[in-house]
């Protein structure tokens, strides 16, 4: 799960990082009585879980009341790609001396923790890594020894940080490691990681995801996830591990597969029809995925019909079969499905189906005949 900036902010509170005083705002007048309280002058942060805000225009400076009115009203309701502004995170402006950049996130392949340091902060990291990889310091951390402040100490210098920045900066990674650590976030970024001429070190920026698979042991995690505005089919689908996304159309699509599925939604469209989801059940989906899948598509009132689009490799059609039949048993579908079977044990699987088809389940044995079967339904 993503934070906003601020719920990333206030969650580096809880570890004692330093971050500017502020406070969202969902209106013009909240951000004017937020920027009374820290003081002039401020800066006006769109809250949207996305990066890049100050290239879009979501990030303004404000001295003046007036400003703020002007800035606030113009970030409210501002597309940042893709993602429509809803709060404003107003803080206490800083003056920056230096930007750098910060984060802990897993090296999967390594079984370590990666510390990621530099002192060319405040641009992409992604910019950073293309063009100068070398002004990155990572840093390997077994999770069984973790990060003291004397190998902090080292990791600073090495990544060039201002001399004048070094020891609050050391002492800053080792919180944003217990923070990553014991926080169970899959990263904590922080671009930028800034020095103020007056010498001290915080963060302006705060990106953190959170481990879902550690949820059971945060049940304060609950008010981050009453901020996410999530489809409601999205939502049950997460809830049972479902690789789906919701769209506008009538066809619903189950497919094993990332680019199957996204063919599928290709072909669909082709013979006049539209997605009503992606679905991807993933290689080896069993009768339970298979039931979890046919089920959310079923909640969705504007599905007409069911496409089940199946190639098998490392899935097997047989081992699909029996999940549509245990599937079938589990949950009442309201709308017809057709399926395509394919691929490893096609023969078996469409023999284990043979008993159940009728004409609001039935086979086709390509992929554009079932598509135009499936649009048909739905247009009917
Ligand atoms: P992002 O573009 O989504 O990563 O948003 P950031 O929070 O990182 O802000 C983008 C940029 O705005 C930063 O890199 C800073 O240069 C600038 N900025 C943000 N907060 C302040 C502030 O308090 N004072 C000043 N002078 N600049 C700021
Ligand atoms: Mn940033």
Not at 73 to 79: E, M, P, R, T, Y
Not at 213 to 234: Q, S
Not at 324 to 345: H, K, W
Request: aromatic content about 6%; hydrophobic content about 45%.
């Amino acid at each position: 799960m993503d934070l906003f900036e601020y719920q990333g902010k206030q969650y580096f509170s809880r570890f004692d990082i330093p971050v500017s005083p502020g406070g969202v705002a969902d209106t013009v007048e909240e951000a004017l009585r937020v920027a009374a309280r820290v003081g002039f002058p401020v800066v006006v942060k769109a809250q949207v879980k996305v990066g890049g805000r100050g290239k879009a225009g979501g990030v303004k400076l404000a001295a003046t009341e007036d400003e703020v009115r002007t800035h606030a009203g113009a970030i409210l309701g501002l597309d940042i790609k893709g993602h429509v502004v809803k709060r404003l995170w107003v803080e206490h402006a800083s003056d920056i001396e230096k930007e750098y950049y910060a984060s802990f996130t897993l090296d999967r392949p390594n079984k370590v923790h990666l510390g990621m340091l530099s002192a060319q902060g405040g641009v992409e990291i992604e910019v950073v890594a293309e063009e100068n990889p070398d002004a990155i310091a990572m840093l390997q951390i077994d999770p069984l020894v973790g990060l003291d402040v004397a190998t902090a100490r080292r990791w600073v210098a090495e990544a060039g940080l201002d001399e004048a920045a070094r020891a609050q900066a050391a002492e800053l990674l080792v919180k944003l490691y217990t923070c990553y650590v014991e926080g169970d976030c899959d990263l904590a970024e922080v671009n930028p990681l800034i020095l103020t001429p007056d010498g001290r070190v915080h963060a302006l920026d705060a990106k953190v995801t959170l481990d879902e698979n550690a949820a059971f042991r945060h049940p304060e995690w609950e008010e981050y996830r009453a901020t996410e505005t999530e489809d409601p089919r999205e939502k049950m689908a997460k809830e049972k591990g479902l690789n789906y996304i919701g769209l506008d159309g009538t066809v619903g699509i189950i497919a094993n597969g990332a680019g199957l599925a996204m063919s599928t939604l290709d072909v669909v469209n082709q013979v006049g029809g539209s997605a009503a989801n992606f679905l991807d059940i993933g290689g080896g989906a069993n009768a339970d995925v298979m039931a979890a899948a046919l089920e959310v598509i079923n909640t969705d009132p504007k599905v007409k019909s069911i496409f089940v689009n199946i190639f098998g490799g490392i899935t097997r059609v047989d081992e699909v079969a029996k999940g549509v039949v245990e599937a079938l048993s589990r949950v009442t579908i309201s709308a017809p499905i057709v399926l395509r079977l394919d691929g490893t044990n096609a023969v078996e699987g469409r023999a284990i189906l043979e008993a159940h088809l009728n004409d609001r389940l039935l086979t086709e044995p390509t992929m554009l005949d079932a598509a135009r079967r499936a649009v048909a339904f739905a247009n009917q």
